[in-house]
């Protein structure tokens, strides 16, 4: 049980704007989409690097742990359907600390999202530089004292990318949701289109057993690809952070997210394999800014129009998943800023726009920051994608345990979707279900935080890094506001799930909440006697 403590300050607001809700079951389906669709464009070529002939097992294996944490995600999201997501659900089940340390591990893989997915979109773009300029990227770069390779016009193209998207998403999230939902479904479209003309006209499964058999990787190898494997399915969180302004959320939240998590799956199981039944896995380890348009570019017959059209396709999906890594940034520290884990000088909404105007403009610019310092490394999507892993793989963890946790001290919540594979078994008198495949998911990102830890570099030093950055922050702020820093602060959590539902218009939910709590309180009463 959390400790709790009385706050000897107590912050008096005034009225404040609130997020409206306008995120249609379209919408959160492709906010999920813009971010986890388009991990696989930037993986690719980063993973078949390093696992070389292993590349679909490498996939296939953190594709599991991806569809564990997606129900996950889809129980807590329809659960607890207000922004905030994963430190949210860690805030309920484990405290304010716990809350913070998770905030803080997802904060790093939004603004890397950020950061990533900009550099990405540019990197597409820059497949056609040949074609204006004639030249390629790679003629920008030079070398200047110990750094080595810095590309001054990759990094601008990067930054001009979010400079562009920190305006719009001030402007709404009804705007930039359209923005995602519009070339959302075009990129879905297309990719389908190179998936089944890949496997019908170009695949050669001779090759890809080929490559497994004489190109398999040393183990060492296979830990870092793998776990790079991971960020192919970082961005679920997208769905669970737009939930405060999705209508009628604990009903379109699990239908979305669950579509998701098998869609996307699917979409990146197929190219991996599609890839090296096509290409030598060498062709994508020399391309890791393009890979997919190397894929379709080796298409028979139409590959010349189809590689200048995945290149096309994806600089647009990773352009709309930097585009989510803002929008996600920026309403996970909003609902910090409101649950007192940040300064309220973050909980302010925009006026005119009802946007979270600071935190998009602030985590922005972190991003521009971490896009910057990654062009001063030999290869600045290494660098992000190493960041990204551990981010990823140490917020999951830590939703796992939440997730079990809410089980056991939250039991009355209506959960509208509920992971499957439970025991039933009674604590303290109450009937609770615990979630055999929580523990498994659990396991399984661990072994993922084990093998980033091991094996990058840069994400054991700079990971751990950020995080301790953010606790001085944290405890600089508490000791401030005369909070405690390792304990949590008294909530009243049933009134806040009440008002979270109410707002939501699920209330037939509200309805089933009043009755576990009458039949709670009745019981209890009952014993007292």
């Not at 309403?331 to 007192?340: C, N, T, V």
């Not at 990102?445 to 944290?474: K, N």
Request: glycine residues 8%; contains cysteine.
């Amino acid at each position: 049980m959390n400790e709790v403590v009385q706050p000897k300050k107590v912050i008096s607001g005034e009225p404040k704007q609130e997020l409206r809700r306008d995120v249609t079951i379209w919408g959160s389906y492709m906010w999920g989409f813009a971010d986890v669709g388009a991990d696989s464009y930037v993986a690719l070529g980063l993973v078949i690097a390093y696992v070389q002939g292993a590349a679909g097992l490498a996939f296939a294996l953190a594709g599991i742990v991806y569809i564990l944490i997606g129900l996950a995600y889809t129980e807590l999201a329809s659960a607890y359907p207000v922004s905030g997501g994963g430190p949210y659900y860690c805030l309920r089940g484990l405290g304010d600390f716990w809350g913070f340390v998770g905030g803080s591990a997802l904060m790093l893989d939004y603004t890397i999202d950020i950061a990533l997915f900009a550099v990405a979109s540019a990197g597409y773009v820059n497949f056609f530089l040949p074609y204006i300029t004639g030249h390629s990227i790679d003629y920008f770069a030079f070398d200047f004292g110990m750094l080595h390779q810095v590309n001054p016009v990759w990094c601008i193209e990067s930054l001009l990318i979010i400079f562009f998207l920190m305006m719009l998403n001030i402007k709404g999230v009804r705007e930039s949701s359209l923005l995602n939902e519009v070339l959302g479904g075009v990129t879905i479209a297309m990719e389908s289109l190179l998936v089944i003309v890949g496997f019908v006209f170009a695949w050669k499964p001779e090759l890809l057993v080929d490559q497994w058999v004489h190109q398999f990787p040393s183990f060492h190898n296979f830990m870092y690809g793998s776990s790079l494997a991971i960020i192919s399915f970082v961005g679920l969180e997208s769905i669970s952070q737009a939930a405060q302004e999705t209508r009628r959320p604990a009903t379109i939240i699990p239908r979305t997210s669950i579509t998701l998590v098998f869609s996307v799956f699917i979409f990146a199981l197929s190219l991996s394999i599609l890839g090296l039944g096509v290409l030598p896995w060498q062709e994508f380890a020399k391309h890791v800014d393009n890979p997919v348009a190397v894929l379709a570019g080796a298409l028979p017959m139409i590959g010349p129009v189809a590689g200048i059209l995945a290149a096309m396709l994806g600089a647009i999906i990773l352009f709309i998943s930097s585009n989510a890594g803002i929008m996600g940034a920026s309403r996970l520290a909003y609902s910090m800023s409101q649950f007192k884990l940040i300064s309220s000088w973050f909980d302010v909404v925009h006026p005119k726009y009802h946007t979270p105007v600071r935190t998009i403009m602030v985590f922005s610019l972190v991003g521009v920051v971490q896009t910057f310092l990654s062009f001063l490394s030999p290869s600045a999507m290494d660098t992000l994608g190493n960041m990204y892993a551990f981010g990823a793989s140490l917020g999951y963890t830590m939703v796992f345990i939440a997730l079990i946790k809410l089980r056991f001290s939250d039991p009355y919540s209506p959960r509208p979707y509920r992971m499957p594979w439970n025991i039933k078994l009674k604590y303290k008198g109450e009937v609770v279900y615990l979630p055999i495949l929580a523990f498994i998911g659990m396991l399984g990102i661990s072994l993922i935080l084990f093998e980033v830890i091991l094996t990058h570099a840069i994400g054991r030093i700079a990971g751990p890094a950020w995080i301790l950055l953010c606790f001085g922050y944290y405890a600089w702020y508490r000791k401030k506001m005369g909070y405690p820093i390792f304990k949590s602060l008294e909530r009243d959590w049933e009134k806040e799930q009440l008002m979270v539902l109410t707002a939501a218009e699920e209330f037939e939910l509200v309805e089933e909440y009043k009755s576990a709590l009458a039949e709670r309180d009745k019981l209890a009463g009952a014993r007292s006697k």
